[in-house]
């Protein structure tokens, strides 16, 4: 009796253990996916790039398995043949690849010209050609004074009027700034579009003996950003106009007077409009609601932004039409590759196809109705096969574990995820207003916080227009001095030709 009592002890002992040692599994396994993703973070790239490992199908073009039954449930009417066709130069070991030879320098650039004559007399001698050799070089950026000179004239005094006569100024923005608009332009461009910090600029001025005071230069920069306001307002104004916006946040230390030995943390609000080619930066001390509550509060048409909870409400507002992310969708799968491989490169292959049918659109230049069919004959399948496919894998996971959640976050959100292929209008993801805030993580790393609030959403303000500078390949050196220099010609009535997206047709027609 008492043998078979230890008997039944024992057993509950080891399945008491073996509970334990599952338990034990399933958090070092979530403890090594947090320090792979640490790992990461710290020292590796952030590279999502997805290569399959299927042997059987070596083809870039990856296939998806769909029965008949499934794609006769769709119930297409119409068929778009796309010829779509990647070319690639052949490199074998007989033939080796070509060198691109010598890079060619622009057209554009000023040109000193040498003549070398050979060292014996060619008096006499017929010319036949001549060997061109160009090298680049640099002189360092030029300081220079621009001195006005208005002699003044008096009429003779058998004149009753004794006036003196003058010439006027030409008109500026900053009449009383010491600093012209090319210097303050180049000042800004450095510092909120290659992230040099002021003192470092002013260690720079001060090689060439130059010694600009620190609040001058700190004046300077704020007073010509806050003579960009107006067109601040009028570039949101075109932004929040617009129909459909990619909206994404990032954070910012700024300086606090309320918070003595310690930065707060703000946050970068980016708005981004694929037909105007425009990004909208609003800068709010939280990440709360209140932030994009406020500048969408009038806003109407299609919002896309990630996952993040605070967004869920304008799905209810009437007028917005809210889409998810799929690239964040696919980024959970890259990180359960560690955790269930199998799973998730077959995850990773659909997304890889939904990729590879917008890149089909792309190269062809389809629109309109086009890409509508293309995403419906092609698209739509594989979603509700993968919507499907999670329906029937999650059940068998662990709720813990990496792949469960990946499903988790995906499947709540799969009709949102899927919006897209109902407007040609819209994106798969939100890459483009991603692309947009990278920069400003490359500028915390120098300047490392904003002097204040108010100074944050200057720069929220000027990293608006340098990034519209970029997406219409546009030197922002150039726009800001051009600005500078006509802006006090200007009023409400034709400001908008100012801005970054409208400036080139406006300031030479014939490139418009």
Known sequence: MQAADNITDYKALSDQLLVQNNELQ??????????????????????ERFVPTDDNNPSPQLKLDLDADTIA???ITATTQVTYTRTKTEVTANKPKAHPGRMKLPENLRRETIILLPDFDVTGLKKIGEEITEILDLIPGELYVKQYIRPKFVKPLSE???????????????????????????IIVDKYMDHIPLHRQLQRFARVGLIIAQSSINGWTKN??????????????????????????TGIRVMDDDKKGTTHRGFYWAYHSQELKATLFDYRPGRGRDGPDDILEKYQGFLQTDGLEL??????????IHLLCMAH?????????????????????????????????KHAG??????????????????KVMKQWMIDEYPKLLSSSTIAKAIAYSLPRWEKLCIYTTDARLGIDNNPVENAIRPIAIGRKNYMFAGSHEAAQRAAMIYSFFNTCR??????????????????????????????????????????
């Not at 009753?160 to 608009?181: D, F, H, Q, W, Y």
Request: glycine share 6%; proline share 3%.
């Open 26 to 47: 399933i958090m070092v396994a979530a403890l090594r996916h947090e320090l792979a993703q640490m790992k990461k973070m710290i020292f590796g790239s952030r590279n």
């Open 73 to 75: 449930q769709c119930k």
């Open 160 to 186: 009753t009027n004794n006036t003196v006569i003058t010439a006027s100024l030409p008109g500026r923005m900053m009449e009383k700034c010491m600093a012209g608009e090319g210097l303050v332009a180049q």
């Open 224 to 249: 010509v950003l806050d003579l960009l306001v107006g067109l601040y307002e009028l570039h949101k104004q075109l932004i929040l106009n617009s129909g459909y916006l990619n909206a994404d946040e």
């Open 311 to 320: 967004y869920n409400n304008f799905g209810t507002r009437k007028g917005i």
């Open 329 to 361: 969708a696919r980024r959970y799968f890259v990180d359960a590759l560690n955790n269930n491989r199998l799973l998730a490169e077959h995850a990773l292959k659909m997304f890889q196809q939904l990729y590879d049918i917008e890149a089909r659109i």
């Open 366 to 383: 389809l629109t309109g109705d086009d890409v509508i069919r293309l995403r419906q004959q092609e698209a739509v399948p594989i979603l």
């Open 471 to 512: 997406l219409h390949k546009i030197n922002p050196y150039e726009w800001l001095k051009d600005v500078l220099k006509r802006m006090h010609l200007y009023n409400s009535s034709n400001l908008h030709e100012l801005l970054p997206q409208n400036w080139v047709k406006f300031r030479n027609p014939e490139m418009g």
